[in-house]
Structures are given as C-alpha cells and as structure tokens.
C-alpha cells in the first residue's frame, strides 16, 4: 500500500492533466506505431516494433504510477492549520544569518518543488529543519556544505 500524499490544488491538477494527456494522447499513438511495425511483416528482426513496445511497456508503468498516486493523493487544507508557524504551503522569508542574505521560498510537496521557482521541497534539509518554527526562530540546518543558520524573518499563507 502506498503512502498519502498531500498536494496543493494546483499541483494535482497537473498530475491529472498529465495523467490525461499519456492515456489519451500518447498511448494511442504508440499504439499505432506497433500498428504501423506489425504492418512492415516479420516481428522477429523488426527494430521498430521492439522499440514500440518498449516504449509501451514504459509508457504503462508510468501511467500506472500516477493513477497510484492519484489515488492516494489528498489536498492539503490550509485552513485548518496554524497559521503562526511553517508548514507545507507556507511562505516563509528566512535569513542565512551567516552572510545576510535573505531568501523566499513555498514549502511544497516533493512533486510540486522547483527551486528556480521558489518552490522548496518538503523533504529537502532545509524546509525540514524549518518545520514547525515561527517568526523569530532559528534554525540550524545540516547542508551538504555544512551547517547553516537560517532565521525566519516572515510566514505567509
């Protein structure tokens, strides 16, 4: 049995939408390159036919992979959390009081991060060692590089 996983609306609307776009748009046409190799003849030397259904078989375990998650996968309910303190979908500002530098980030479900876009994942050292804290806290965070000390500077909602 898989595990729950939470996600914000948007972050599960992708995965359906990309869910729809393999079962409707994508297996169709690998179904019709299969189609096109049968058609060439003999299957036993057939590159193309074997790089269909590799690419079948591939293509199967990845929407298998997402209707399991879909399944298992719940909308997180920001209402009915604490507003004061970082958790998944807060945006906090935190400062690296090492060098002054501040920094913005959404903490995000681990599908959902993009680092560039100031989504952080759930599961990355930082946001963990930001769990749970407030405006004001400090945070000292192992990182690959070694330890820094971040403090939170805002939470937004």
Request: aromatic fraction near 4%; proline fraction near 3%; glycine fraction near 8%.
């Amino acid at each position: 049995m898989s595990e729950i996983q939470y996600f914000s609306e948007e972050g599960l609307q992708k995965l359906k939408d990309e869910l729809e776009h393999l079962t409707s748009v994508e297996k169709p046409m690998i179904s019709a390159q299969i189609g096109e190799a049968i058609d060439m003849g003999d299957l036993s030397e057939n590159a193309e036919y074997d790089a269909a259904k590799e690419a079948q078989g591939l293509l199967e375990l990845k929407i298998n992979k997402l209707q399991t998650l879909l399944v298992n996968a719940r909308i997180f309910d920001e209402s009915r959390v604490d507003t004061t303190k970082i958790l998944l979908l807060a945006i906090v500002t935190i400062k690296n009081l090492a060098n002054g530098k501040e920094m913005k980030y959404t903490i995000v479900p681990e599908k959902e991060a993009d680092i560039k876009g100031g989504k952080l994942s759930i599961n990355s050292p930082i946001a963990k060692g930001l769990l749970g804290k407030s405006v004001g806290d400090t945070a000292e965070i192992q990182v690959p590089s070694g330890v820094i000390t971040f403090e939170v500077i805002k939470i937004e909602r």
